[in-house]
Nanobody, 123 residues
Framework: QVQLVESGGGLVQAGGSLSLSCAVS????????MAWFRQAPGKERECVAI???????LYADSVKGRFTISRDNAKNTVYLQMNSLRPEDTAVYRC?????????????????WGQGTQVTVSS
């Protein structure tokens, strides 16, 4: 079985930073596409960042230049560094893993999910 556990969420003022972690157990992430999704009340789930097996990354336009996704294969952990946070970034952030070839931003294409961690950005 594969389990993903997020941590690092919390309350931060606009302009501040947070770093999220997603620890994966049960499988190595070396050859997985890993992604961070978020969902705010009244909004659809959004894929904010992806990192593939080779370290290539993709970002949603809404976070490009502010967020950085990275992975540490030795620790079997993926990270999301969030800088210059805005109130619009407030959401539940979830880590997801896809054990298949290819990039995708579609939530339904991901096989494994974390429980989510709340990020709240105040004005």
């Amino acid at each position: 079985q594969v389990q993903l556990v997020e941590s690092g969420g919390g309350l931060v003022q606009a302009g501040g930073s947070l770093s999220l972690s997603c620890a994966v157990s049960g499988r190595t992430i070396s050859n997985y596409n890993m992604a961070w999704f978020r969902q705010a009340p009244g909004k659809e789930r959004e894929c904010v960042a992806i990192i593939n097996w080779g370290g290539d990354t993709l970002y949603a336009d809404s976070v490009k230049g502010r967020f950085t996704i990275s992975r540490d294969n030795a620790k079997n952990t993926v990270y999301l560094q969030m800088n210059s946070l805005r109130p619009e970034d407030t959401a539940v952030y979830r880590c997801a893993a896809r054990a298949s070839w290819g990039f995708t931003t579609l939530a339904r294409d991901y096989n494994y999910w974390g429980q989510g961690t709340q990020v709240t950005v105040s004005s």
